[in-house]
């Protein structure tokens, strides 16, 4: 008889808040999950995929293995999971990154522990499970791990509940190194890899929406590799977005062929309008970038820019909120994801924060990126997370909604995509709960896909991006997230 594995997402610790922004963690479905699943024998296992964002984690019937996820955010919610599977007497397997930061303070939890990506590992894990051998730390193997991602078993996620079920990853890891970011600390300083292209060819094969979400950390690092994916994904009718560093800019012909496969957004990390800040945690990329031309250069290819901001870097004072708001008015940011800069464990900055005594405590619900949970240089926390809240509500005020689409072509269509994603969250609640989320990309990609960001005076370029070509990839294609 067929044992079963329960694999779980457990839920951020402020998804019991009221603040919480549903729609947030109803937009892709676990892919760790679906991915540790497609390396699991279908013969042997009955595979259930609980994420708990969008559905009860609860199953009656008896369960032999637990496979638990674990973010930082989600650490504690992770260690309750385990406890309660293991008093019913399934044995607890835990991985992810905060497991990979921390295995020591996840194995008190688990019978298992996984350090690093699954795929070397997750079989032999399986194995000893069988004998009755489990060990307590298994270390995956990063390079030459990208080779071995199965295809996610995309079958197994609630099929109602996420705005997109195509998420993929082409590779792993990065080429630059910036102190801050989980990368080192997960992957190693060194390690960037890509997929085989057959493999992506594979999942695209089975895209039935026409629209995908690559979840790289930045796409676009590898020229002649994305080339070979922008030729894959020509002719298929897909929209597609994904992350990229702000070099991207340097070559406005390889952002044109990334419109032409069908790139519609980019979320680009411009962290800090401080180039002494961008110095001093090694996000060089972004040192020696004049962001103004790089937005210029990227909005006139006709991608949109989903701009990421951190704040409480040891440059910023009391000003930086505003600045940034002004900034990403001035300069048409379609939208902005805005944090807190969060030492996150295993990082450069982690160690450093550490080691000067500034961590404030180590309450990892708290490490959400919400949160000071560090002592600033040149603020309060308090002033901290009061400057980020308002930056917040002021970037997506409907004054500035409007100041940022003005003069720009689509602009209705921006105000929409803006409103639609942040203002409307009673809505989303509802379609969530009445599990319409199907019918709610409908209406995204018919209605809120503007077609370019290019500023009405740049009529020239305009042009270009309206060429029949371009024109036939937006009446084919869809909203962008
Ligand atoms: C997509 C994404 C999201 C999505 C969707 C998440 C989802 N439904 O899975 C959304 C937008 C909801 C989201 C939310 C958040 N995210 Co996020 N997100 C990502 C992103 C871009 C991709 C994750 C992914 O799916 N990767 C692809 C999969 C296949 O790789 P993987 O997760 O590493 O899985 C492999 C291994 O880790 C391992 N593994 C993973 N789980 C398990 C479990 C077991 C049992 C085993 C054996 C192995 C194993 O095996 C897998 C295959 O090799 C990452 C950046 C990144 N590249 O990882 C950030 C990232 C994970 N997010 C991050 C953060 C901070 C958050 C938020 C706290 C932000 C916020 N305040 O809202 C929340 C927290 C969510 C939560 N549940 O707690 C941080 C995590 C830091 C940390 N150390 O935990 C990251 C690394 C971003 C960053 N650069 O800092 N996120
Ligand atoms: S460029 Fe982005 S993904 Fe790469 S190391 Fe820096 S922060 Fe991380």
Redesign the pocket.
């Known amino acids: 008889m067929k044992k079963t594995i329960l694999?779980i997402?457990?839920?951020?610790t402020?998804s019991q808040t009221k603040g919480y922004r549903k729609i947030?963690?109803s937009?892709?479905?676990?892919?760790?999950?679906l991915?540790?699943a497609g390396m699991t024998p279908d013969d042997k296992y009955k595979m259930i995929v609980r994420?708990e964002?969008v559905e009860s984690s609860d199953v009656d019937e008896h369960v032999d293995i637990v496979?638990?996820?674990?973010?930082?955010?989600?650490a504690y919610r992770a260690y309750e999971l385990a406890e309660k599977y293991r008093r019913r007497g399934a044995k607890i397997?835990?991985?992810?990154?905060?497991?990979?930061?921390l295995p020591h303070e996840a194995a008190q939890y688990a019978d298992a522990v996984?350090i690093?990506?699954?795929?070397t590992?997750?079989n032999k894990?399986l194995d000893d499970f069988e004998k009755d051998k489990l060990c307590q730390f298994?270390q995956?193997e990063c390079i030459g791990?990208a080779a071995l991602?199965p295809k996610?078993r995309r079958d197994l996620m609630n099929p109602n509940a996420y705005l997109l079920r195509n998420?993929i990853?082409t590779s792993?890891g990065c080429p630059h190194h910036c102190d801050f970011?989980?990368?080192s600390?997960?992957w190693g300083k060194h390690y960037y890899e890509t997929r085989p292209i057959s493999k992506i060819e594979e999942e695209l094969a089975e895209v039935d929406d026409g629209l995908v979400f690559f979840?790289?950390?930045n796409l676009l690092a590898n020229k002649s590799y994305c080339r070979q994916l922008f030729n894959t994904l020509k002719g298929r009718g897909i929209t597609w977005q994904s992350?990229a560093s702000l070099d991207v800019a340097k070559d406005p012909q390889y952002l044109k062929e990334a419109y032409d496969s069908g790139c519609r957004s980019l979320f680009i990390g411009f962290e800090s309008l401080s180039t002494e800040s961008m110095k001093s945690v090694n996000k060089n990329v972004n040192a020696v970038t004049d962001y103004k031309e790089a937005i210029k250069v990227i909005h006139a290819s006709g991608i949109m820019i989903n701009s990421s901001f951190v704040f409480g870097f040891d440059n910023d004072g009391p000003d930086i909120f505003d600045r940034t708001i002004e900034f990403g008015i001035k300069n048409k940011l379609e939208t902005a994801s805005l944090?807190i800069l969060?030492p996150?464990?295993?990082t450069q900055v982690f160690t450093q924060m550490e080691s000067a005594g500034r961590l404030l405590h180590k309450n990892w619900s708290l490490?959400?990126?919400?949160h000071a949970v560090f002592q600033p240089k040149r603020m309060t926390p308090q002033e901290l997370e009061e400057g980020h809240q308002r930056t917040i509500k002021e970037f997506y005020s409907y004054g500035s909604i409007i100041s940022r689409a003005l003069g720009t072509d689509g602009a209705l269509k921006r105000m929409a995509y803006n409103i639609g994603l942040w203002k409307v969250d009673p809505i989303w609640r509802a379609i969530i709960k009445f599990g319409l989320m199907p019918h709610a990309k409908e209406i995204l990609r018919g209605r809120l896909l503007y077609k370019n960001s290019v500023p009405k005076e740049k009529a020239d370029i305009s042009d270009r991006i309206l060429s029949p070509n371009r024109l036939q990839n937006y009446n084919n294609s869809a909203a962008t997230v």
Do not use: N
């Open positions: 694999f997402l457990p839920a951020l402020s947030k963690y937009r892709f479905p676990p892919l760790s999950l991915t540790l994420d964002h496979a638990i996820q674990t973010y930082i955010s989600s397997i835990m991985g992810g990154l905060h497991a990979t930061s996984c690093g990506p699954a795929e590992v997750w894990i298994y995956g791990s991602v996610p998420t990853v792993r970011c989980y990368k600390a997960f979840l790289d950390d992350a944090h969060t996150l464990p295993g490490y959400d990126v919400y």
